[in-house]
């Protein structure tokens, strides 16, 4: 519970400081994420912490033999694997396009005799049966290996006792398989026993108690049976024409060498189960295989899914040359993603890259997927993209950028439909929805659920048209950090442009301000969604949107000088793109309204008319106000009414772009801007974020790197710990959030180190918070594998590894330096 006493700044960090309990930390090892012992309110986020993925697939760490029963919920979600269905909300027919919880593949338990009750069933088989205890649990999720370990001892109500060791992986080099081993050892019995392995297809979405009024149906069995080792399953998503197969092999050793098992099978339409009986013997280990192969009818190379995932089931390796291959593939990532921070309590650093790099990865590169904001770890946002990967693709542009460029595609795929949307609307070039799931059409829902009031309302966040900005953001970083010319004439141009077209369309002459404005937006914070003297919604001119607006357009006019003649022509040609078109990108670009007030940048026009919160009394009224949007609706106010934001919207212009980089670009368009500008507006709307998104810590731990770095430092530390201790309280059990892991992970990379790109130079100006005493990162530039950048309170060091690629340019306090493959460089500090 967080509290925040008067007086406090309204920092998160300082309200979560407290609340942090120093010896909750699941750390002794930053490469290792441990708990001990069960506990009941804690299961669904260590189910989300310890999941395990590989970009294909991601599966929660639910016990193998437990079900959704309020305490466990079981969750595999494949990435890219949405169903549309038609849910009926106080009346209405909502449509909703869902991230569909799959077949559970886990399923897997014991009993002990053929009449005793099974492991993890609620009721004993037997009258006057005790169900099983489990004792001394403990989980441990190996990152660096991507293996999860549950360690348990489980007592029958007869007393016997048995020892069980399960390891899971989702394979990082085969993406098709996930495999489960365990390890039996009874303790003081001898006898039958009895295993359970099954494929679960009966499960549903209900993950997300906001959304159970919503249609939790999803999967209808197709086909099933079972051969040998191997069951399989065979489902297809109830509104969308998706198939999905699991095929499982089970098998007994004891002592490295197959036991000979007597088999039972039992099927039903979705639910498909073999029973194998073997001798167990006291103080001999047994050990139970279930590797699962997954395919859909969305993968490539395939004849059909099913006989696709019978086939790879029956040959697959066995468990621990799956674990070998698969280690392997997690050292190589590592390899290439090393991130050394020498600080106190920054465990979470490698977890964070660990569930990126499972959420986001080769597998997922060709899959035509987007990035998820909760990962493929849970139905928040039922699994919709937003702009999230405006945090994320920073990132892996210096790391992984083949990821970068794969979901840039995703988005170019969807640039027909964006043209679409916006032409809906009345406007030429590309609107891309703020969310987003299949086919990139627009999937925000248009009523919400408020759970302190309990009242459904309507919800315009759709009005986010920023997102298209982020998008072009992100295709011209990635340029930056690649150079891959390639990518910007075959479809991030196209993009840009597109974009860049709707800016211009949308933006309309004021003639009493002699400026363009953009009207009827909402901003990134999202609790001001209307003017509450308005009747209808949106916002004019948001300052985040017409800069950036600004900024894209520039861009645009950019790309077509740096592409071949050839190429800009075939684009302007295609697009109609002619010069009178050209000269109004270049009017509006230098003539976009930006409002200030009081000395600092306005967040939309009309916001200083607002009223200034209490913050005091809601602090004192109630535990945690982070949604005061809830908070106010359920009072039977609106959040519209006040200086009131749930997260950094201005001040994310600051995040994109250094100070002299806004100030530039506000002087382009014809402002005045200077520090002074930056730190007011710092502190005005610092003062006036309740930090409602998990996005907010990352953003103000940026923005404040370099006027206040204690203050940064303690907004690191809360980004830090978002999803690790579940800092919005429950939302973690519903998905990790990709955008702040990866945001705070950038934080290390590009913010401390003062890494930007700009000019196709690499600038370093590093500048420590006092707790982090030394950071060493391998990072990837413009075709240059292992550049290793050391940032010390002394020096700066830039390393790069020998190979064929062209000198680096480093700039560094305003000069330039050429570091070459096989040469190091130290700068002072
Ligand atoms: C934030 C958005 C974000 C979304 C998904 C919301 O709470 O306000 O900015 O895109 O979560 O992460």
Not at 142 to 148: Q, W
Not at 247 to 271: I, M, N, Q, Y
Not at 300 to 328: I, K, M, N, Q, T
């Amino acid at each position: 519970m967080t509290v925040v006493t008067e007086g406090e700044p309204n920092s998160g960090a300082a309200a979560h400081r407290r609340s942090r309990a120093a010896d909750s930390e699941p750390w002794d090892d930053p490469w290792m994420l441990s708990y001990k012992g069960f506990d009941p309110t804690q299961e669904g986020l260590r189910e989300v912490l310890c999941a395990v993925g590989n970009g294909y697939l991601v599966t929660r760490a639910a016990a193998p033999e437990s079900v959704a029963d309020g305490t466990h919920y079981p969750g595999t979600y494949l990435a890219g694997c949405y169903d549309r269905t038609t849910s009926t909300v106080q009346g209405r027919a909502v449509e909703n396009e869902d991230l569909v919880n799959m077949p559970n593949w886990l399923p897997l338990s014991f009993r002990i005799g053929a009449m005793g009750g099974w492991f993890g069933a609620a009721d004993a088989a037997l009258p006057g049966d005790r169900p099983f205890e489990i004792l001394d649990q403990r989980l441990e999720l190996d990152l660096r290996r991507g293996v999860l370990t549950r360690r348990a001892l489980v007592v029958d109500g007869a007393g016997r006792r048995t020892r069980l060791v399960q390891r899971r992986i989702a394979h990082m080099a085969q993406p098709h398989l996930v495999a489960l081993q365990t390890l039996l050892v009874p303790e003081n019995w001898s006898g039958r026993l009895d295993i359970r392995s099954g494929i679960d297809g009966t499960v549903r979405n209900t993950g997300v108690a906001r959304y159970r009024e919503l249609t939790s149906h999803h999967l209808d069995p197709v086909d099933h049976g079972a051969e040998g080792e191997l069951s399989w399953l065979q489902v297809a998503t109830a509104g969308s024409p998706l198939t999905v197969a699991m095929a499982a092999r089970t098998g007994v050793h004891l002592d490295g060498k197959p036991v000979p098992v007597a088999r039972c099978d039992e099927l039903s339409d979705a639910l498909v189960a073999q029973i194998l009986t073997v001798d167990a013997a006291a103080g001999r280990p047994l050990v139970v295989e279930k590797t699962v192969a997954v395919y859909t009818s969305r993968d490539p190379a395939v004849d059909g899914p099913l006989r696709a995932a019978r086939r790879l089931a029956g040959r697959a390796d066995s468990f621990e040359v799956l674990l070998r291959a698969h280690a392997l593939r997690w050292e190589e990532l590592w390899r290439r993603c090393r991130t050394e921070v020498d600080a106190a309590r920054t465990g979470p650093v490698h977890l964070y890259l660990f569930h990126l790099l499972q959420t986001v990865s080769e597998h997922s590169a060709d899959l035509d997927v987007g990035v998820p904001a909760r990962g493929l770890h849970g139905e928040g946002y039922r699994g919709h993209v937003f702009w999230d990967e405006l945090f994320v693709l920073q990132v892996l542009n210096l790391r992984l950028p083949e990821l970068s460029r794969s979901v840039l595609r995703y988005r170019h795929r969807r640039l027909d439909e964006a043209r679409s949307a916006a032409r809906g609307a009345g406007f030429r070039g590309a609107m891309y929805p703020w969310q987003s799931a299949a086919d990139g059409s627009e999937e925000t829902q248009r009523v919400h659920l408020n759970p302190v009031s309990g009242r459904w309302l309507p919800d315009h966040s759709h009005l986010q048209r920023h997102v298209g900005s982020a998008i072009a953001y992100n295709v011209w970083q990635y340029y930056q950090a690649t150079g891959d010319l390639e990518f910007l004439e075959s479809a991030g141009a196209e993009m840009l442009l597109e974009i860049a077209r709707f800016w211009a369309d949308i933006a309309v002459f004021d003639a009493d301000l002699g400026r363009f404005r953009i009207r009827g937006v909402v901003g990134p914070d999202e609790y001001h969604e209307a003017y509450p003297w308005a009747a209808g919604p949106g916002l004019d001119d948001n300052a985040y949107t017409n800069v950036l607006a600004s900024w894209v357009l520039a861009r645009a006019l950019e790309a077509l000088r740096i592409l071949p003649g050839y190429r800009s022509d075939e684009l302007a040609e295609r697009m109609g793109l002619g010069g009178e078109e050209l000269d109004r990108w270049r009017t509006v670009s230098r003539a976009l309204h930006v409002p200030f007030h009081e000395g600092v940048i306005t967040q939309f026009d009309g916001y200083e008319r607002l009223a200034e919160l209490d913050w005091d009394g809601y602090r004192r009224r109630y535990p945690d106000i982070r949604r005061l949007d809830r908070i106010l609706e359920a009072e039977g106010d609106s959040v519209n009414r006040y200086k009131v934001s749930k997260q950094a919207d201005v001040l994310m212009l600051y995040y994109l772009f250094s100070p002299r980089e806004v100030h530039d670009l506000l002087h382009r368009l014809g402002y005045r801007a200077g520090d002074e500008l930056f730190r007011a507006t710092a502190d005005y709307y610092l003062s006036r974020t309740a930090h409602g998104s998990t996005l907010s810590a990352v953003v103000h731990a940026w923005v404040l790197a370099r006027s206040d770095r204690r203050a940064s430092w303690r907004f690191f530390r809360d980004a830090l710990d978002g999803d690790v201790h579940d800092i919005q309280g429950g939302t973690t059990a519903e998905g990790i959030h990709l955008g702040a892991m990866a945001g705070t992970i950038d934080l290390l990379q590009r913010c401390y180190t003062g890494l930007e790109l700009r000019e196709d130079v690499l600038w370093l100006a590093p500048r420590l918070p006092g707790p982090l005493r030394r950071l060493e990162l391998e990072l990837r530039y413009r075709g240059s594998w292992g550049v290793c950048v050391t940032v010390d309170r002394k020096d700066v060091t830039v390393r790069v590894a020998d190979g064929r690629a062209d000198p680096l340019t480093i700039g560094f306090r305003g000069s330039l330096v050429r570091v070459g493959p096989g040469e190091i460089r130290t700068l002072t500090l």
